[in-house]
Nanobody
Framework: QLQLVESGGGLVQPGGSLRLSCAAS????????IGWFRQAPGKAREAVSC????????NYADSVKGRFTISRDNAKNTVTLQMNNLKPDDTGVYYC????????????????????WGQGTQVTVSS
């Protein structure tokens, strides 16, 4: 069974850091582009960051540039999202997703492009 599992979410104060991990089973993560998405209550799911299958291309939403870093370890079948200087607006459920590799566009493609999704991990940034 193809699975993606997120971990690392939790409650953190503004300015704090969290590291989210996405682990794949049942398929080879290195064959896919990976996106991190987040969704807050009442808001649409939005792309936070994405990384190409080869790790040669990364993109970030403007709201997280300079604060978040996406990386992958294909040998371990994992993708990581390091989140620093967290803000209350970063609060939401974070999902990782795997999709068919595609040409770099300079931005992350929408959620419709992704085939496999994790169940999400809650990130809450509050004082």
């Amino acid at each position: 069974q193809l699975q993606l599992v997120e971990s690392g979410g939790g409650l953190v104060q503004p300015g704090g850091s969290l590291r989210l991990s996405c682990a794949a089973s049942g398929f080879t993560l290195g064959n896919y582009a990976i996106g991190w998405f987040r969704q807050a209550p009442g808001k649409a799911r939005e792309a936070v960051s994405c990384i190409s299958s080869s790790a040669g291309s990364t993109n970030y939403a403007d709201s997280v540039k300079g604060r978040f870093t996406i990386s992958r370890d294909n040998a371990k079948n994992t993708v990581t999202l390091q989140m620093n200087n967290l803000k209350p607006d970063d609060t939401g459920v974070y999902y990782c997703a795997a999709g068919t590799p595609h040409a770099g566009l300079g931005y992350c493609v929408g959620p419709e492009w992704y085939n496999y999704w994790g169940q999400g991990t809650q990130v809450t940034v509050s004082s």
